[in-house]
């Protein structure tokens, strides 16, 4: 049956009605067009926060597993996959970089010679694309008296990239682009320069190797 307005308060309703749904209308279409500008990351590497435990890398160091004697990082050129470095060391502070104190991280007593691959993971690649790498670290020594720091550089498919970073703080985090050109596997590597012992400890954590896609 017709419907008739009774009055002006009825259409002015129904015109506030009209409106919102076209202004609902314009802003969903202005969503949609903007998200085909959106990209989602595409993570490659495998195990990057050490969640998983002692699996999906290499490294030089010797591992060191649930610390069931005392001071098990106590010896150079050792690591162990943990939530707490002091549990592993008594002169070592420091904890997980996403989930202190619950999360784990690897922690490093650092070896004196050059070019220590603390961590290397060969990872699968898409050719001509732009990724990626970055990884957290910190100093975990508990010294306040001058020592060596963890001197981390990272290398891609053999080449050793230009920078060596100083770990003498808190976390922080190391992060460069990489090029994979024809490659479909790239070969990842952090490795320490600091040839000075005594100090020279650290953690590593969430490492990572990404790129973008667009969002669907």
Do not use: K
Request: aromatic share 12%.
């Amino acid at each position: 049956f017709p419907v008739t307005i009774q009055s002006t308060f009825e259409r002015i309703i129904i015109m506030r009605g009209l409106i919102i749904g076209l202004l609902i209308m314009l802003t969903c279409h202005h969503c949609i067009a903007q998200c085909e500008n959106c990209e989602t990351p595409i993570e490659v590497a495998i195990n990057g926060d050490f969640e998983a435990g002692n699996i999906g890398f290499t490294s030089d160091a010797l591992f060191v597993p649930a610390p069931n004697i005392l001071c098990p990082l106590c010896p150079e050129n050792r690591y162990a996959i943990g939530p707490n470095a002091q549990e592993y060391h008594n002169n070592f502070s420091g904890l997980d970089h996403t989930n202190p104190g619950f999360g784990n991280f690897m922690i490093c007593n650092g070896d004196s010679l050059p070019n220590a691959e603390v961590w290397c993971q060969t990872v699968n690649v898409s050719p001509t694309t732009l990724y990626t790498f970055s990884f957290w670290a910190s100093n975990i020594t508990y010294n306040t008296e001058p020592h060596p720091y963890a001197q981390l550089q990272m290398r891609i498919n053999g080449v050793l990239l230009p920078d060596v970073y100083e770990i003498d703080g808190d976390w922080e985090q190391i992060s460069v682009q990489w090029y994979s050109g024809n490659n479909d596997q790239l070969t990842l590597c952090i490795l320490n320069q600091q040839t000075n012992g005594g100090g020279n400890d650290f953690g590593i954590d969430d490492i990572s190797f990404f790129t973008y896609r667009d969002w669907e």
